[in-house]
Each structure stands twice: as structure tokens, then as C-alpha cells.
């Protein structure tokens, strides 16, 4: 149970999606970040840049230690038939890392609803803020008002009553 904690530790959420790190990875199978660089870089055709994506100076620059290469789940996977020595490790890490995704997912479908929230207590507290202004200054009267009417209507009401 220890592998998912470590692993969620080091998951970072790049470009809408769970990454590892290359060094995370390369940690947890025993290896050199830069042996996984070399393996990805002679099969290009296998690890498409959308599974395995080397990150942008901006990313580098707000991650500690920053890696070079990040890897997705299933970029991870793609390493079990190039390390046949390590796929023990790599069976052992891909469902840690299937559930230190579900963890970050979750978290962040939950802070999507809470902001959704947030906004919509801030519209209900505006619109009552907004009832609160009305009610204190009222624009109009309700009901009839003596001052309203035409001067003489009341009187000529009456004689109009009578006749």
C-alpha cells in the first residue's frame, strides 16, 4: 500500500492529465533518468508524445527538481516489453499509479463542483444582498395613497356616490 502514497507524492497534473515523473519512475524501477530518456529516444515510434512528453521550460520552471520527460500511465506501461529484468517492478507500479491518478482525478472533480458552488453562493448572497437594498428604499408605495390621486377626485367620488 506504500506504492500509491509514494507514487501519488510525485504524480504531478500536467497538461490535463497524471504524469510521472522521469525521475520518479526511474526511481521506483531501480534505474537513471536518463537510461529511461535514452529508451524513449530510441523508440520514438513506441512512446508517442502524448503518453511520454518531454516538459516545456515554463513547466520546468515551476516544478522543483524538474524532469525532463513525464510519463502517463499508459506510457509507463509501454516500458514493461523494453525492460523484461524490470517488469515485476513495473507490473507492481502501474496499479499504484492507476490509483494515485484516481485520487488526483477525484480531487480535482471535486474542486471543479466546489467553485461551481462557490459561484453560485455568490450570486444567491448578491441577489439577497440586492432584495435587502430594495426592501430599506422602497421606489413606490403599495396601496392607495390620497397624495397619488388628482386634486378634487375624492369630491367629486362622493357627489358621483350620492347622485
Do not use: N, Y
Not at 2 to 23: F, G, H, M, N, Y
Amino acid at each position: 500500500m506504500s506504492a500509491p502514497v509514494e507514487v501519488l507524492s510525485r504524480l504531478l497534473w500536467l497538461r490535463d492529465t497524471a504524469a510521472l515523473p522521469d525521475r520518479a519512475l526511474a526511481d521506483q524501477l531501480g534505474l537513471e533518468p536518463t537510461a529511461l530518456a535514452a529508451l524513449v529516444r530510441s523508440h520514438p515510434e513506441r512512446f508517442h508524445e502524448s503518453l511520454v512528453f518531454p516538459l516545456t521550460a515554463e513547466e520546468r520552471q515551476k516544478i522543483p527538481d524538474a524532469p525532463v520527460l513525464a510519463f502517463t500511465e499508459a506510457g509507463a506501461a509501454l516500458l514493461t516489453g523494453l525492460l523484461p529484468e524490470k517488469e515485476p517492478a513495473l507490473l507492481g507500479l502501474l496499479p499504484a499509479f492507476a490509483e494515485a491518478r484516481h485520487v488526483l482525478t477525484s480531487q480535482a472533480e471535486l474542486s471543479a463542483r466546489l467553485a461551481a458552488l462557490e459561484q453560485k453562493l455568490e450570486m444567491v448572497i448578491s441577489a439577497l444582498q440586492g432584495e435587502a437594498e430594495e426592501d430599506a428604499h422602497p421606489e413606490h408605495r403599495i396601496g392607495f395613497v390620497a397624495e397619488d390621486l388628482p386634486k378634487g377626485l375624492k369630491a367629486k367620488q362622493r357627489i358621483a356616490g350620492k347622485g
